[in-house]
């Protein structure tokens, strides 16, 4: 599925955009070292995924139980995700709602060095603050792929 070029309405604070990378950098992290609750916890209780696949995961008891279940996968390797391109837009309506899409890019390195990728993704996050923090409310996954050829 091509995925649209979005634009702002509103650019950030560069505190804003520090934070949600800051965010980001902490949630990716626990998740490449396999803190699984730890990664959890960075969502909101009924925080949502959408596999690009289209599997569902509804709160954090189905997030951990999924990752429970895919951690054969990455026996003997290490696992980095990296994110850039973020396009960050605050809610005009919430304050305490921030809406995030960008594209990421997985890593597998084995124990020799070999490192392979992984399919490319790009990725919509509802992002909401809870008690002075942030926390994924939601995290829509777009597997990327070619965009159709223009019509002539």
């Not at 091509?2 to 990716?28: C, H, I, K, N």
């Not at 709160?59 to 850039?84: C, K, S, T």
């Given at each position: 599925?091509?995925?649209?070029?979005?634009?702002?309405?509103?650019?950030?604070?560069?505190?804003?955009?520090?934070?949600?990378?800051?965010?980001?950098?902490?949630?990716?992290?626990?998740?490449?070292?396999?803190?699984?609750?730890?990664?959890?916890?960075?969502?909101?209780?009924d925080g949502e995924v959408v596999h690009a696949g289209g599997q569902r995961q509804s709160g954090?008891?189905?997030?951990?139980?999924?990752?429970?279940?895919?951690?054969?996968?990455?026996?003997?390797?290490?696992?980095?995700?990296?994110?850039?391109?973020?396009?960050?837009?605050?809610?005009?309506?919430?304050?305490?709602?921030?809406?995030?899409?960008?594209?990421?890019?997985?890593?597998?390195?084995?124990?020799?060095?070999?490192?392979?990728?992984?399919?490319?993704?790009?990725?919509?996050?509802?992002?909401?603050?809870?008690?002075?923090?942030?926390?994924?409310?939601?995290?829509?996954?777009?597997?990327?792929?070619?965009?159709?050829?223009?019509?002539?």
């Amino acid at each position: 599925m091509s995925q649209s070029v979005g634009t702002l309405r509103q650019q950030v604070t560069g505190d804003l955009y520090a934070e949600v990378q800051t965010f980001y950098a902490q949630q990716m992290r626990r998740v490449d070292a396999l803190d699984i609750e730890g990664f959890a916890d960075t969502f909101t209780d009924d925080g949502e995924v959408v596999h690009a696949g289209g599997q569902r995961q509804s709160g954090r008891v189905e997030m951990i139980a999924g990752m429970r279940a895919n951690l054969p996968r990455y026996q003997d390797i290490a696992v980095r995700h990296w994110f850039g391109h973020l396009l960050i837009e605050a809610d005009p309506q919430d304050e305490d709602t921030v809406r995030v899409s960008y594209y990421t890019l997985v890593t597998q390195t084995d124990r020799e060095g070999k490192v392979s990728f992984q399919p490319t993704f790009t990725v919509d996050d509802v992002l909401v603050r809870r008690d002075g923090r942030l926390l994924t409310r939601s995290r829509v996954i777009h597997r990327d792929s070619p965009a159709a050829p223009a019509a002539s």
